[in-house]
């Protein structure tokens, strides 16, 4: 291990920098691979596995017994830590999943992004002796849940042409089914162009040795993203006078187990601090079944000491390591100074191994410095983010000037045409035309809503309760009014987070299109169905307040509680701010219920109604609503 004492800032990058690695050697071995399993496909892949693993197969598909058997080939121990592993890292990832958010930038301008999964992925995990299943959960689990269509998965057969049973446990538990026994660089290349077994992917991930590493770089040239660049695995520690010699000494004989090519980094503002560490990594170091590898590592290992605690996280940012531990009683304070790095693990008692494993974070990460321009692997690795637009004619007309200005200073007549084309034939439209669109989004429901109080009563519904849609159907019908309503909500539970959140929305939907109201009617309405008579007096008043007499003599009016109708209106009222006053009564529950919306509907259609001769004015002695 070789001490550095108190290093200038000048001389932090080539004391830093990692080994070269020469890929270009790699690479001139490893084309001709490429080259063979493009143009032979299966044929290639048989002869390499034959050749470079010792094996020869007649189909790479692992097959229903294959994992069958692997289950029982793990220890119940193994199976368990598995387990709870593979939950910690779901929870971690399904918790980066983003709502979609509307932004309207300016009047009749919408626009929003959605993430929408990549379609087919492959993920490559090494075997051998220690088959990485761990990696397996890291890229595995983020893949199902994005929604992969296709993930391929493919890893080198052991010596008797099975795959290694902890390989196919965590394939199983994780829901991935397609695994091919297909290892080295001739699997990175079967997995981008394809072969008459495997299938073609559109991005590649996943660890493995420099002749992978160079295999992924050179397919990414044929138009198949992958994951990373990849280079040896490595570990910076900041240890001060709190850290404990023990801890710190097992976290770096951690990484420098993983190969002779690991980067192991100290840096320390004590100098007895470091002594001891080092007394104890060679204490450790005798003890570990991998300690030729370990060694070769640690003679490359650097042990720095700096002046100040400042500079030494200068240092570890300039460094910007795969691995971060800050071994100190106050690593949160810490924390906020951290610029680069791939994943950062705070305090004694957090050591990298449980990143590695099983605390949720991704170990996937980006080594060799590239964590200054580089995340680790995240449910966004899986994902694509599309954004969308809709422009409505009023939109249009208040954003065509500007785009016409710049299209035609960039000289692009055509793309100004695109916009003049379309201005021209549009009405005229009222500057104060009421229209309004909402998202309500919570951890039950997801629901947008898009209303045009000018329009004809056109509907479009999707509530996930049919007899709920035909009630507001009957809104949007007989108030003259364009209603557009998705719900995503948790019916699997009850109906009870649809139907009130619906009416929140609705009423913030209709208090957005008001406005401030001025020129509308204000009050309404009354109505007669066969039997039934509905009663609605309704204020836009600005004070909610409901007054609810529908009496129902059954629970249930085709797939809606009946006593779900009170809360809708009372949350429409709450969000609209209106006064509503229901009264109704009938022999039949559906007409009972029907003739209130009907009534509902026409009452609305009355108050938002405007006076052509009264459009400044406020309908309030009060000068507000």
């Known amino acids: 291990m070789r001490r550095i004492l108190y290093p200038s800032p000048s001389e932090w990058s080539t004391l830093l920098a990692r080994p070269a690695l020469d890929l270009q050697h790699i690479a001139g071995q490893v084309a001709p691979i490429l080259e063979a399993v493009r143009t032979q496909g299966d044929a290639a892949l048989r002869a390499f596995t034959a050749q470079l ?26 199976q368990a830590a598995i387990k709870t592993a593979y939950a910690n890292i779901r929870m971690f990832h399904a918790a980066q999943t983003e709502k979609v958010r509307e932004v309207e ?17 492959g993920l490559y995990i090494p075997g051998g002796t220690a088959p990485l299943f761990s990696s397996l959960l890291m890229l595995g689990i983020p893949a199902t849940l994005a929604g992969c ?65 160079a295999a992924k770089q050179l397919i990414q040239q044929q138009g198949v993203a992958i994951d990373m660049p990849a280079g040896p695995s490595e570990v910076a520690i900041f240890a001060d006078e709190t850290a404990r010699p023990t801890f710190v000494a097992a976290d770096l004989l951690s990484q420098a187990e993983h190969g002779a090519d690991s980067q192991v980094v100290l840096v320390s503002t ?19 079944p991998r300690h030729e590898m370990a060694a070769a590592s640690l003679e490359k290992s650097l042990l720095i000491q700096v002046e100040t ?10 460094y910007a390591p795969e691995h971060l531990i800050l071994a100190t009683d106050h690593a949160y304070a810490l924390a906020d100074q951290v610029t680069n790095a791939g994943s950062v693990f705070l305090g004694h008692w957090t050591p990298e191994s449980v990143g590695d494993y099983a605390s949720g974070t991704n170990h996937t990460l980006p080594t060799n410095g590239y964590a200054r321009m580089y995340a680790g692997v995240s449910l966004d690795t899986f994902l694509r983010k599309v954004t969308f637009q809709h422009l409505t004619p009023e939109g249009l007309q208040n954003i065509g000037a500007t785009v016409e200005a710049m299209a035609a200073a960039e000289g692009l007549e055509a793309h100004k045409w695109a916009v003049t084309h379309r201005l021209a034939v549009l009405p005229a439209i009222e500057p104060t035309h009421r229209v309004a669109h909402v998202q309500r989004t919570t951890n039950e429901t997801d629901i947008r809503i898009h209303l045009n109080l000018d329009g004809t009563g056109k509907a479009d519904l ?67 169905m066969d039997e039934a008579l509905a009663q609605v007096a309704l204020d836009f008043s600005g004070r909610p307040w409901l007054v609810w007499d529908v009496p129902f003599t059954r629970e249930w009016v085709g797939d809606v509680p009946t006593e779900m109708w009170y809360h809708f209106f009372k949350s429409f009222c709450d969000n609209t701010k209106c006064n509503l006053n229901i009264q109704a009564r009938a022999d039949n529950d559906h007409h009972l219920i029907e003739s209130v ?11 938002v109604q405007r006076d052509p001769a009264r459009l400044d004015i406020l309908p309030s002695t009060k000068g507000v609503l």
């Open 105 to 121: 930038t300016m009047p009749g301008v919408r626009c929003w992004r959605k993430s929408l999964p990549i379609e087919k992925v």
């Open 53 to 78: 693993d010792g094996v020869t197969l007649r189909e790479f598909l692992v097959q229903d017994a294959e994992f069958t058997a692997a289950t029982y080939a793990v220890s119940p121990t193994l």
């Open 270 to 288: 004590s100098a007895s601090m470091i002594e001891q560490i080092e007394k104890e990594v060679r204490t450790q170091l005798t003890t570990l």
């Open 462 to 528: 999707h509530t996930g309760l049919g007899f709920f849609d035909h009630m507001l159907e009957q809104l949007a019908r007989h108030g003259g009014c364009d209603l557009s309503v998705l719900v995503r909500g948790d019916l699997h539970i009850d109906e009870h987070h649809t139907i009130e959140d619906t009416g929140l929305a609705l009423g913030t939907a209709f208090k957005e299109a008001l406005g401030e109201k001025r020129g509308i009617e204000r009050y309404g309405f009354l109505l007669p």
């Open 597 to 607: 919306f009907k009534a509902f509907a026409k009452a609305i259609r009355m108050a």
């Open 149 to 213: 269509r296709e993930i391929v998965l493919c890893t080198p057969p052991q010596k008797d042409g099975s795959v290694h049973p902890t390989i196919l446990f965590t394939a199983q538990l994780i829901g991935i089914r397609q695994v091919y026994k297909v290892g080295g660089a001739q699997a990175i290349a079967a997995m981008g162009y394809g072969t008459e077994s495997i299938p073609s992917v559109y991005k590649i991930l996943g660890p493995g040795n420099a002749f992978v590493t």
């Open 309 to 318: 605690e400042a500079e030494a996280m200068n240092l570890l940012n300039a």
